[in-house]
């Protein structure tokens, strides 16, 4: 079983959106089989196939959610982080503002799900392997 030390030892590797294939990998390796990540404080679940599950501390103070979602809005947030043009953080408060109350990262299926505060699914996206498969 994966701890909390170990992910964070594997997200520390982290520098841009290019390291995420890799985490993605380092993640699958430690038997996280899928995560989600609270856009209100910015805390991770992680779980294995059992449901056993690890949780890493919030990372910032609370963000409003929007009650009303915007998936146009979360896809025009989404582009433009991933070209460069915005930091973590500040995708962080996109996506609050389009009404996105998590994403979950499903490692079996590679993809992204963004939710939103009624656990409706406002996007779904691949996760890139980059040169990992």
């Given at each position: 079983?994966?701890?909390?030390?170990?992910?964070?030892?594997?997200?520390?590797?982290?520098?841009?959106?290019?390291?995420?294939?890799?985490?993605?990998?380092?993640?699958?390796?430690?038997?996280?089989?899928?995560?989600?990540?609270?856009?209100?404080?910015?805390?991770?679940?992680?779980?294995?196939?059992?449901?056993?599950?690890?949780?890493?501390?919030e990372k910032y103070s609370?963000?409003?959610?929007?009650?009303?979602?915007?998936?146009?809005?979360?896809?025009?947030?989404?582009?433009?982080?991933?070209?460069?043009?915005?930091?973590?953080?500040?995708?962080?408060?996109?996506?609050?503002?389009?009404?996105?109350?998590?994403?979950?990262?499903?490692?079996?299926?590679?993809?992204?799900?963004?939710?939103?505060?009624?656990?409706?699914?406002?996007?779904?996206?691949?996760?890139?392997?980059?040169?990992?498969?």
């Amino acid at each position: 079983m994966f701890t909390a030390q170990d992910i964070l030892m594997a997200h520390a590797k982290v520098k841009s959106g290019a390291d995420y294939p890799r985490y993605v990998q380092d993640l699958k390796a430690m038997g996280v089989v899928f995560y989600d990540f609270v856009v209100e404080n910015g805390q991770n679940n992680y779980f294995d196939q059992e449901g056993n599950s690890v949780s890493t501390p919030e990372k910032y103070s609370p963000l409003h959610v929007a009650d009303s979602a915007s998936s146009e809005k979360l896809k025009h947030n989404i582009l433009i982080h991933q070209q460069g043009k915005t930091d973590f953080p500040t995708f962080c408060k996109q996506a609050a503002e389009a009404g996105v109350e998590k994403w979950v990262s499903d490692l079996k299926k590679m993809v992204v799900i963004y939710l939103d505060k009624k656990g409706n699914e406002l996007l779904a996206e691949p996760i890139p392997t980059g040169d990992y498969v």
